[in-house]
């Protein structure tokens, strides 16, 4: 079972997908993502996907054709979209995680690097 939520905003359209992206769910998103393409940026967001088969990685390759950008923040999806040479957000998270750390998470982009002795 798949849940798709579209958030579509002025510059960004987001594709929040959870649980299994595989067969005829994973069509019907392609048929949403074309129809909604055109407006701007596209990021999709794999956080709660646990399971992706052959069509949908055929999707995946489609919404990276569109110029997709994925959010990917475990190793099982980070694999799959380095596998289809898709284009992943940095830190594997939404632009939005990564300007704004929550509760002072130092994680983010701005986090200091350790010194080497």
Sequence with gaps: MLRVEICDSAETLTLRLEG????????????????FAARGKL???LTEVVFIDAVGEEVLSFLGQL???FVTPNSYVLDVCE???????PNGSSHLSAESPANGDQSG?????????
């Design 20 to 35: 299994r992206f595989a067969g005829d769910d994973a069509e019907h998103t392609r048929t949403l993502a074309a129809r």
């Design 67 to 69: 110029g997709g950008e």
């Design 43 to 45: 990021l999709v967001d």
């Design 83 to 89: 596998r289809l040479n898709l284009r992943v957000a």
């Design 109 to 117: 982009p701005n986090r200091s690097k350790p010194r080497k002795r």
